[in-house]
């Protein structure tokens, strides 16, 4: 089935930034529904081609154009769970698509996840074609049949090594492992392009709470280095932890804070759940595998504000986080669900965040596409989209939305709601991807 895409020109609004360069935007779900959680990705091997997974259930869209058009895979939720989301997307080095997801048919107690837990799994779904088709069956990385006291697998992330080194090819996903008394991060690897995993390891010094509404550990992301070093990072109450694995993935070292923040969940006026995971990115150019980046967002300046530190040493040390959103500071406007790429090409970075400096009530939001040419010391930021969408409380937005950048043309996806729905009405959200192009 081909969607009817809606493709706007975009120009600067009243926040008076700049508009993001030679900007498009797309439309993916033809009207709204329950879509969030969207994850983004462009094939290093044929930057034309380009995949974006949103859910509930799991969807993918894919573009062979470089993103001009899109159609919508077929095939992709699986038949044998009732609800399957929790979408992230990647490329391997062959140019394979790889969705991952989680599937369950009922969820436990709210946010004490673990409490009640029944059966249910992590899985990928692969595509040899780069995201046109997909193959019937997905595969298994855990799977939980109704048992008491199981745990709930969550938010699994997967990054791929497409470089040409040792262990290109591997793929890795992390998540998070509730259970009744705890929280864990938890990690597995494929070394035959996803046909297999190895058994979850845990990767964390120490657990966290087992609610997931502050003290958990959560948020788990990772990033290949040119010389093949997965590096990874989650939240945890207040700071930010980080480990890294020089064996493609079979052994990692001590996992450790990095990073002071501010509480990374936090309530906001009119927005059902918000969080400030963070994320991390490696700079892949030759000699430049040391280099690295984590951005989050948390309160510590009263408003929430987006943020980004570097590290030049692979991690050791990490300069004073830079406050990524550039408006006045204590203006009371948010700034929250970031996410980050590094230009593997260029070696650029590239964020986008919801964005509220334009509302002074602080309860509408455009998106906003921050970019650094100087290596994170500081970023410039782009309207790119102009009209501000109002929810509510009532409405889930998501825990996270997606970015991806190759050779100066960036990639953003986000959930956004309808603006004719009205502020008060529970509609539902529509997933748009956002294009810009900062290539000559």
Same mark, same amino acid.
């Given at each position: 089935?081909?969607?009817?895409?809606?493709?706007?020109?975009?120009?600067?609004?009243?926040?008076?930034?700049?508009?993001?360069?030679?900007?498009?935007?797309?439309?993916?779900?033809? +009207?709204?529904?329950?879509?969030?959680?969207?994850?983004?990705?462009?094939?290093?091997?044929?930057?034309? +081609? /380009?995949?974006?997974?949103?859910?509930?259930?799991?969807?993918?869209?894919?573009?062979?154009?470089?993103?001009?058009?899109?159609?919508?895979?077929?095939? *992709?939720?699986?038949?044998?769970?009732?609800?399957?989301?929790?979408?992230?997307?990647?490329?391997?080095?062959?140019? +394979?698509?790889?969705?991952?997801?989680?599937?369950? !048919?009922?969820?436990?107690?709210?946010?004490?996840?673990?409490?009640?837990?029944?059966?249910?799994?992590?899985?990928?779904?692969?595509?040899? !074609?780069?995201?046109?088709?997909?193959?019937?069956?997905?595969?298994?990385?855990?799977?939980?049949?109704?048992?008491? %006291?199981?745990?709930?697998?969550?938010?699994?992330?997967?990054?791929? =090594?497409?470089?040409?080194?040792?262990?290109?090819?591997?793929?890795?996903?992390?998540? @998070?492992?509730?259970?009744?008394?705890?929280?864990?991060?938890?990690?597995?690897?494929?070394?035959?392009?996803?046909?297999?995993?190895? #058994?979850?390891?845990? *990767?964390?010094?120490?657990?966290?709470?087992?609610?997931? !509404?502050?003290?958990?550990?959560?948020?788990?992301?990772?990033?290949?280095?040119?010389?093949?070093?997965?590096?990874? /990072?989650?939240?945890?109450?207040?700071?930010?932890?980080?480990?890294?694995?020089?064996?493609?993935?079979?052994?990692?070292?001590? #996992?450790?804070?990095?990073? +002071?923040?501010?509480?990374?969940?936090?309530?906001?006026?009119?927005?059902?759940?918000? %969080?400030?995971?963070?994320?991390?990115?490696? =700079?892949?150019?030759?000699?430049?595998?040391?280099?690295?980046?984590?951005?989050?967002?948390?309160?510590?300046?009263?408003?929430?504000?987006?943020?980004?530190?570097?590290?030049?040493?692979?991690?050791?040390?990490?300069?004073?986080?830079?406050?990524?959103?550039?408006?006045?500071?204590?203006?009371?406007?948010?700034?929250?669900?970031?996410?980050?790429?590094?230009?593997?090409?260029?070696?650029?970075? =590239?964020?986008?965040?919801?964005?509220?400096?334009?509302?002074?009530?602080?309860?509408?939001?455009?998106?906003?596409?921050?970019?650094?040419?100087?290596?994170?010391?500081?970023?410039?930021?782009?309207?790119?989209?102009?009209?501000?969408?109002? @929810?509510?409380?009532?409405?889930?937005?998501?825990?996270?939305?997606?970015?991806?950048?190759?050779?100066?043309?960036?990639?953003?996806?986000? #959930?956004?709601?309808?603006?004719?729905?009205?502020?008060?009405?529970?509609?539902?959200?529509? /997933?748009?991807?956002?294009?810009? =192009?900062?290539?000559?």
């Amino acid at each position: 089935m081909r969607y009817i895409l809606l493709t706007i020109a975009v120009t600067a609004w009243a926040q008076n930034l700049p508009k993001a360069p030679k900007s498009e935007l797309h439309d993916l779900t033809a +009207q709204a529904g329950y879509f969030t959680e969207p994850s983004i990705a462009v094939n290093p091997r044929d930057p034309q +081609q /380009v995949v974006a997974a949103f859910q509930d259930n799991a969807h993918i869209s894919f573009s062979r154009d470089g993103g001009k058009t899109w159609q919508a895979a077929a095939g *992709i939720a699986p038949s044998n769970y009732r609800v399957s989301g929790d979408v992230s997307v990647t490329y391997d080095n062959h140019g +394979q698509a790889i969705l991952c997801y989680m599937a369950f !048919d009922k969820l436990g107690r709210f946010n004490y996840w673990a409490h009640g837990a029944e059966r249910s799994g992590l899985f990928v779904r692969r595509s040899p !074609d780069g995201g046109a088709t997909w193959e019937k069956n997905h595969i298994p990385v855990i799977e939980h049949s109704t048992e008491p %006291n199981i745990p709930w697998e969550d938010k699994p992330y997967i990054v791929a =090594d497409d470089t040409g080194g040792r262990f290109g090819g591997n793929l890795y996903i992390g998540w @998070t492992r509730w259970t009744l008394t705890d929280s864990r991060i938890m990690f597995a690897r494929s070394t035959d392009g996803g046909r297999t995993w190895s #058994a979850p390891l845990e *990767i964390n010094a120490m657990r966290g709470l087992p609610r997931d !509404d502050n003290g958990a550990l959560e948020g788990f992301d990772g990033a290949v280095a040119s010389d093949g070093t997965l590096y990874v /990072v989650w939240c945890a109450l207040g700071r930010l932890q980080f480990t890294y694995s020089r064996d493609g993935g079979k052994t990692f070292a001590r #996992a450790r804070d990095i990073i +002071q923040t501010g509480p990374t969940m936090f309530a906001l006026q009119a927005f059902s759940r918000a %969080n400030g995971f963070a994320q991390i990115a490696a =700079d892949r150019r030759a000699g430049k595998s040391g280099r690295l980046y984590v951005a989050w967002s948390d309160y510590t300046n009263g408003g929430v504000d987006v943020f980004c530190a570097t590290s030049t040493d692979g991690g050791r040390t990490w300069g004073k986080p830079v406050r990524v959103n550039n408006d006045p500071l204590h203006n009371g406007a948010d700034h929250f669900f970031q996410w980050l790429a590094a230009d593997p090409v260029t070696g650029d970075v =590239d964020l986008l965040f919801y964005d509220r400096r334009a509302d002074a009530r602080n309860r509408s939001q455009t998106v906003t596409l921050a970019r650094s040419a100087d290596g994170g010391r500081s970023f410039a930021n782009y309207a790119w989209t102009t009209e501000p969408f109002q @929810t509510n409380d009532q409405v889930f937005m998501g825990d996270y939305s997606g970015i991806a950048a190759y050779g100066g043309r960036v990639y953003g996806a986000w #959930a956004e709601r309808p603006r004719e729905s009205g502020e008060t009405a529970r509609s539902g959200t529509i /997933v748009r991807v956002g294009i810009a =192009d900062f290539g000559e």
